[in-house]
């Protein structure tokens, strides 16, 4: 696989830096070496393609903008593209761009007043950090394990704008669920945080991604119908993990989430002349939730 990669470089009359990995440079430069003549040496003159990820005009969506510099330094094209396709399809139109550009004549063109003309961009390396990223999202839905209890969830998300790769902080709460012990009930909910890592897909309208991360949080228990009733919170840790999926709409992302957790002891509560009650170790939750992007 390297090796043909090296062949189609040394091929390419187009040195290609892409500042993400949708789509990466490997993916622009496969598909962009079938659509020009075979350059018979490869030296440091090559003309310069350059991919980056901005904000758009009076904080618009995000897009890309690409830039093809000559060896010369003459600005021989430029052009900004929404991210409205999937990162295949934005490496192909990137590839038919260029090379329409490559085949017209050299002609240099005035310089568009907000990116000033350089002589020769700094390469950047495939899948560096374009910008950072916030998200901050809440959503609802319901716990499940041991009985059904409503929950919530308010999260945040951090990371560079072009990675899979995120972190992610979330805050979740129960209601109350019981479970019957003679002479009376147990009501018991669970309180957490987490700190996750996140992996997602890149593709500009639909999010799949998925995550884990150690939870920590307290086990609320209170006795019901009991002669004396007593209410204790328990210090506990475990580990969280998710799945995900959403669609996205320019900074909004409406998702749909189903999460487990597990706890490294489980809770019990007694009674005096009876076997203790143990809860469940772990539970699952599904959830609907909205996020909305910031930064840029």
Do not use: K, Y
Not at 36 to 57: C, I, K, M
Not at 119 to 124: G, I, N
Not at 228 to 252: H, I, K, P, Y
Not at 265 to 286: C, H, K, S
């Amino acid at each position: 696989m390297h090796g043909l990669l090296l062949a189609v470089w040394l091929a390419t009359p187009v040195e290609v830096h892409s500042a993400t990995a949708c789509p990466s440079s490997e993916a622009i430069t496969t598909r962009l070496a079938p659509l020009l003549p075979t350059a018979e040496t490869r030296n440091s003159l090559a003309d310069q393609a350059d991919l980056q990820v901005s904000q758009g005009d009076g904080g618009g969506p995000t897009r890309l903008r690409l830039r093809l510099v000559g060896a010369d330094g003459a600005l021989i094209g430029q052009r900004d593209l929404p991210l409205s396709e999937s990162c295949v399809e934005l490496a192909e139109t990137i590839a038919v761009l260029l090379a329409s550009w490559e085949s017209s004549p050299h002609t240099e063109i005035p310089p568009i007043p907000e990116t000033p003309v350089i002589a020769r961009p700094t390469p950047v390396s495939a899948g560096a950090s374009p910008g950072f990223e916030l998200q901050l999202g809440a959503g609802v839905g319901a716990a499940l394990v041991g009985g059904t209890a409503a929950s919530g969830r308010l999260e945040i998300g951090f990371g560079s704008l072009g990675s899979h790769w995120q972190g992610r902080i979330g805050f979740a709460g129960q209601t109350a669920r019981q479970t019957a012990l003679a002479p009376g009930q147990v009501a018991w909910r669970h309180s957490m945080a987490t700190i996750s890592l996140v992996w997602r897909t890149l593709n500009p309208n639909w999010l799949v991604s998925a995550d884990i991360g150690p939870l920590l949080g307290f086990a609320t228990l209170s006795g019901q119908d009991f002669a004396v009733n007593q209410q204790q919170n328990s210090f506990e840790f475990g580990l969280d993990a998710g799945l995900r999926a959403g669609r996205r709409w320019r900074r909004f992302t409406l998702w749909v989430d189903l999460r487990g957790e597990s706890w490294r002891q489980r809770q019990r509560a007694v009674v005096t002349g009876t076997a203790p009650l143990a809860l469940d170790p772990w539970d699952l939750a599904a959830t609907l939730g909205l996020s909305v992007s910031f930064f840029p």
